[in-house]
């Protein structure tokens, strides 16, 4: 019971660090999602460099480096910010990128580029 | 009634895991917003965070196994080519959609965007899953955080509902189809 509500008292105290870290490599690896199907879509020998898998083709390359580069930027800016407070821009840093992202994924507006 | 096994997995991702995911995200949105908001004792309130976590883990392996299904089963018999000089394209739902223009904008916009977008759902799941069980009640004293999750539960939302409509008219225009037949019953004349 004693160990239950210190770990509650730690949640209540946990600086914002560790969870912005986790919202904005969730931007990050949004926006990178997006990037990289653009990428895969326009440039030929980058689509050809993203078949991992051959049934699936260039998507199974895209959504593999972006999920990988999710999980290193939320490593890294967790590292950095584990005991830290860092400023609320960041959670809008973090909706904006998923923004655009989401948009970017949306072939008119892929197709602009 | 009969069903071929490529129709049963195409089932099994779009109504199993991405009707599950899209019901279920109705509950992590409130339930984000009442363990925020609402006024409870200490012990309600590690029960309740526990289970936020505990249920936002849950749609997190849900999302997973809808796109990795997606990507890795039901995809590439989507994209299937078929071999020179094929006329039925009945088996290849991509070509079967790009012969006629009237039917090519569902592979175009909506094979395009859903194969890409339905990933942002994991994404943000996961992301939200990790936050409500670092963090539990503690949420409650960082507003920025709390808002900035429910805002990427919201997006998913969105995500799974456009890959959730684009795979149902897809699969209605061009259903994926071959594998084994299966009889799932007997039926009778009325």
Known sequence: MSAQSSSSTEMQTLPNGPGSAALLAAGIGALMLAILAIAGDKILWFKSMMIFSKPTGPLSGVTTCAI?????????????????????????????????????????????? | MEITTRGLLTLIHGMGFGALYLMACSGALVEIYRCCHAQTGPQNDDRHDLFLANYLTAMAAVAWLAVLSGTYIVYPWYRATPPAGTTDLAG???????????????????????????????????????????YGGGLKSHRELRTAVLGFVWASLLAAGVAGFFGAMLNKNAPVQGGTTMRIMEGGEK
């Open chain 1, 68 to 113: 990988a580069a999710w999980l290193i930027a939320w490593w890294i800016l967790d590292r950095r910010w584990r005991r830290r407070s860092v400023s609320s821009r960041v959670s809008v840093v973090a909706l904006v990128l998923l923004g655009l992202g989401f948009l970017l994924t949306f072939p008119p507006i892929a197709d602009l580029f």
């Open chain 2, 92 to 134: 290849f739902p991509q070509r079967l959609l790009m012969a006629s223009p009237a039917t090519a904008g569902w592979h175009s916009i909506g094979m395009e965007w859903k194969e890409h977008v339905a990933w942002l759902v994991p994404i943000a799941i996961t992301m939200a899953a990790a936050v409500c069980r670092r």
